[in-house]
């Protein structure tokens, strides 16, 4: 008897050894696959993040008290509104009742986001509300159950097949104050060993919940949730669009590694084109984000994917009163500094309830639509070249609250350059525009031709030891900066990058 039970035990380990193996492998594999839809993801560098749900009906306001005034360490966006205020969920589903989008119009969203020069878009299709954006089969907290039972993910779906845009979705795995009971917390917490409900790191400071719903918990278990909505309804959404092209999830603070995995290959088994967000959890996913409003260093990304995405103000969902917009200035730096490292950008809007986007932002988009039309060969398709940058050492953008708290002060000069390159081409990306322009970083290249885009009128220029030396035309359309076309007689991808 006892032989029998040592090798039942020798044979389960072997089982659950070849199991664990298999599924490294099998995440392995997957990966590898998918370089052919990262590359074309790289390629697009600028997008559009969309923010929306019923949580816009507030605008960052709750029962008259603004949600920056209201006591609690969970963020002061209107898309977390909810969380922030406590508001219990019999109370927040009264806003389902309330949406009804009668001004949106998918083709005006559609044309804007491809006038404003970006390539691909992704929209909240269920934020951490749980509500979801489209009528869904496994819950009626969804648009079903709206005034206008708009299905608004199809509208947008088929205005990007209309216009060539790449369509990608976002979605709430982890966290869903409706339905995923205190969001898989205690279950966590309690696996790790740490103390509940006070739970602290190993350093013995208190770990954040932010996230968990802890004032107003659903009664079904988090399993409960995972198996009758979210993977359901990551299902539906594959099922859905045909032609997605990115998966978004976000927030899996307290999954297992198991729970981020299933995630994951979900989406490889009923589309293995489409590629995943990081944040999927436990270091699965295809591409990194290393952060909300954050610029990371070179270093920091470790030569994978990355995407940055940012706002306009300081939400993601409408906030009525919040108007620290980035201005076109600020945000062409940011599209720059990030594609010379080798990054995308996805820019988010927070439409309003009714469907419409703010005006800011549509003045805004049409001022980098402008810089972009004349600029976008320095931008897409583009690579790191041997440097980043040249110049005054620019100040870090360190995420949300940093911008919020610190504004944008940095000032450039006509010595700051930042590059990006493709084939034989170093695009060379200035802010500031003189009437001459000397790049060190050239001193030793050889150059066979340099251009300016959008001039059609060759350039003085000569090299020096110095370096690259260019007489710059008269500014005449005012134009943010400009951007040079060095052709090179050696192919910049045969260099190392620094």
């Not at 009758?228 to 539906?236: R, T």
């Amino acid at each position: 008897m006892m032989m029998k039970w040592v090798k039942k035990s020798v044979f389960l380990c072997i089982v659950l050894a070849l199991t664990t193996n298999l599924h490294a492998q099998t995440y392995e594999q997957m990966v590898s696959t998918k370089k052919e839809a990262l590359d074309h993801f790289n390629d697009d560098k600028f997008g559009m993040f969309i923010h929306w749900g019923i949580y816009s009906i507030l605008g960052g306001v709750y029962k008259g008290e603004k949600i920056d005034d209201m006591k609690s360490p969970d963020p002061k966006d209107g898309a977390w509104i909810q969380a922030t205020g406590e508001i219990p969920r019999a109370e927040y589903d009264q806003l389902v009742k309330q949406f009804n989008p009668i001004l949106f119009d998918a083709d005006e969203y559609v044309q804007l986001i491809k006038n404003a020069g970006m390539k691909y878009l992704v929209i909240t299709a269920k934020h951490h509300d749980g509500f979801a954006l489209w009528d869904s089969k496994v819950s009626t907290f969804d648009m079903g159950s709206t005034p206008s039972k708009r299905d608004l993910l199809q509208e947008l779906y088929d205005a990007c097949q209309k216009y060539g845009v790449d369509f990608g979705l976002y979605y709430s795995h982890n966290i869903d104050w409706h339905d995923a009971h205190d969001c898989n917390i205690k279950q966590y917490l309690d696996f790790k060993g740490e103390v509940w409900p006070e739970p602290a790191d190993f350093t013995g400071q208190k770990r954040r919940t932010m996230g968990a719903n802890l004032w107003d918990p659903s009664p079904n278990t988090f399993d409960d949730y995972l198996y009758k909505k979210a993977y359901p309804q990551v299902e539906e959404l594959l099922t859905k669009f045909p032609n997605l092209k990115i998966i978004w999830y976000d927030f899996a603070h307290f999954l297992t590694a198991g729970q981020s995995f299933k995630f994951y290959q979900m989406v490889y088994k009923l589309n293995p084109n489409v590629i995943v967000t990081d944040r999927v959890g436990n270091n699965f996913g295809d591409f990194r984000i290393p952060g909300d409003n954050k610029i990371p260093s070179i270093e920091e990304m470790g030569g994978k994917p990355w995407e940055t995405v940012g706002t306009f103000n300081n939400s993601w969902g409408y906030k009525s009163y919040d108007n620290d917009w980035k201005s076109p200035y600020e945000l062409i730096y940011w599209i720059t500094a990030i594609s010379s490292r080798g990054g995308n950008y996805m820019l988010n809007i927070g439409p309003k309830g009714d469907g419409t986007i703010p005006e800011q932002n549509v003045k805004i988009l049409h001022a980098i639509g402008e810089w972009m039309s004349v600029n976008g060969a320095a931008i897409y398709g583009t690579k790191r070249w041997k440097v980043s940058r040249e110049g005054t050492a620019a100040k870090k953008m360190l995420g949300t609250g940093h911008r919020e708290t610190h504004g944008f002060t940095q000032k450039f000069t006509t010595s700051d350059f930042w590059f990006t390159a493709k084939g034989n081409k170093v695009y060379v990306i200035a802010l500031e525009r003189g009437k001459e322009a000397l790049i060190k970083s050239f001193a030793e290249e050889n150059i066979q031709q340099v251009k300016l885009l959008g001039h059609h009128k060759k350039l003085r220029w000569k090299q020096t030891e110095e370096g690259l030396s260019i007489v710059l035309p008269k500014n005449k359309n005012k134009q943010i900066g400009y951007a040079l076309e060095v052709t090179l007689t050696q192919d910049t991808e045969q260099k190392e990058l620094k």
